[in-house]
């Protein structure tokens, strides 16, 4: 009889998704849904691990694949991967994956959420009736900034960056983006315009990060990048804490050189209650939940075990990266 291969699951997930895999592999699965395995642990599941399912909150280094001897995926619950080591991985023959077009959609709609409330203050709105200091109606009583015709600057254009601009054309807004490469759809269908990084910041009433990080990104808004945007200019983050200089971005808004910010990712997650950017009003912060509808994260974790399953039966995976 044939020996199951084993997974290693790095977080615990509903009985429902995981039900069907079991009868064609060992699994195994770190215990708590709301705490990331201990590294410790984790580096002593893979060792005999054949497939690896995994999350942003892991760290998949040299370390951690070195130990692993029987390790064929690892697939990661996630879009980015930049909590893998990539070409370590390729060295030692392991194949990686992500989970591109399943969270599309659910991420551009989160995008475009936290671009309206920062636009329109609802977070601020919402305080305020909560405080009780609504009296009257007045004139300019949280007066935010339109976002219908105004102009949408996408840093990254890929599937994200291109559902947000549908969006966008929706709302009537002029779309300009900057990309690797230019988007001939996005142009012909949204009449997106492609721009370079500093005509994007200078031009657009909201400026979008949508893009990857990597050692090219790492940073790639940084003071001169806040100082280069419009003083009513937003700008709104759901790809990765890293492309910001946080520090950079808090004195930009202390000091007025751009109206707010909407941010879904930080340099360093979980951001603590005591962090500077936690304490300005012009500021709405969300907990890295860009693809967390229950559908989408469902998908995410099937489309993770299946690449899994195509890998380890010697099949293509559904979705290198
Ligand atoms: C991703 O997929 O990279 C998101 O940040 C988490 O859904």
Redesign the pocket.
């Known amino acids: 009889m044939m020996t199951k291969s084993s997974i290693y699951i790095t977080r615990k997930l509903p009985e429902e998704v995981i039900e069907p895999y079991r009868k064609l592999f060992h699994i195994r699965m770190w215990e708590r849904e709301d705490v990331p395995v201990p590294r410790d642990l984790l580096i002593k599941e893979v060792k005999d691990a054949d497939g690896l399912f995994c999350l942003?909150t892991e760290k998949i280094d040299q370390e951690v694949l070195e130990h692993a001897s029987h390790l064929k995926i690892v697939a990661n619950m996630?879009?980015?991967y930049d909590n893998i080591d990539v070409k370590a991985a390729a060295k030692l023959g392991i194949t990686v994956t992500n989970?591109p077009d399943v969270?599309t959609e659910t991420?551009a709609d989160l995008a475009f959420a936290l671009l309206m409330t920062t636009a329109r203050r609802m977070m601020e709105a919402s305080d305020y009736i909560k405080a009780d200091h609504w009296q009257y109606w007045s004139p300019l009583l949280l007066a935010g900034s339109d976002i219908h015709h105004k102009t949408i600057g996408i840093v990254g254009m890929g599937r994200i960056g291109t559902a947000i601009a549908r969006r966008a054309s929706g709302f009537g807004m002029d779309i300009l983006y900057h990309n690797r490469s230019r988007h001939p759809r996005a142009e012909e269908q949204l009449h997106a315009v492609y721009a370079d990084f500093d005509t994007i910041l200078g031009k657009s009433d909201f400026v979008v990060s949508v893009i990857p990080l990597t050692k090219e990104t790492e940073r790639m808004f940084d003071q001169q990048a806040f100082e280069k945007m419009k003083q009513s200019g937003i700008f709104i983050n759901v790809s990765r804490g890293g492309v910001v200089d946080e520090c950079a971005l808090y004195k930009a808004l202390v000091k007025k050189e751009i109206r707010a910010a909407g941010l879904d990712?930080f340099e360093k997650e979980p951001i603590r209650k005591d962090h500077p950017l936690l304490q300005l009003e012009n500021v709405v912060c969300l907990p890295?939940i860009?693809?967390a509808s229950v559908e989408t994260r469902m998908e995410?974790a099937r489309l993770c075990l299946e690449n899994i399953r195509n890998v380890l039966n010697g099949e293509e995976p559904m979705t290198p990266v």
């Open positions: 942003l996630a879009v980015g989970t969270l991420t990712v890295h860009g693809s995410m």
